[in-house]
Nanobody
């Protein structure tokens, strides 16, 4: 089992920045990748960013050049960060953290709301 705690969402003006965090605890040694998705009202949940255990990163085209993903590990926890710069109103969504373990078992966080005002 892996437990996830997300934080960092909020209200920001267009052009502003936010940093989301997702702290994973539990069987973190089995984590292969940590990912961010987002879901706008009435829309499907879309991939935003991924960082793997070997620090390979992948970003959706819509956020390249504005968002970065990084992670920090201790013996018992792994925290993934999503630094979001130059935010746009279309970035408004609930942002979800997802952890994928070796063997493809995955866990989702409860989400954190990001609202970007025009």
């Amino acid at each position: 089992q892996v437990q996830l705690v997300e934080s960092g969402g909020g209200l920001v003006q267009a052009g502003g920045s936010l940093r989301l965090s997702c702290a994973a605890s539990g069987r973190v040694f089995q984590i292969w990748s940590m990912e961010w998705y987002r879901q706008a009202p009435g829309q499907e949940r879309d991939f935003v960013a991924r960082i793997t255990r070997d620090d390979t990163t992948t970003l959706a085209d819509s956020v390249k050049g504005r968002f970065t993903i990084s992670r920090d590990s201790t013996e018992n926890t792994v925290t993934v960060y999503l630094q979001m710069n130059n935010l746009k109103p279309e970035d408004t969504a609930d942002y979800y953290c997802k952890v994928v373990q070796y063997g493809a078992t995955s866990y989702w966080g409860k989400g954190t709301l990001v609202t970007v005002l025009s």
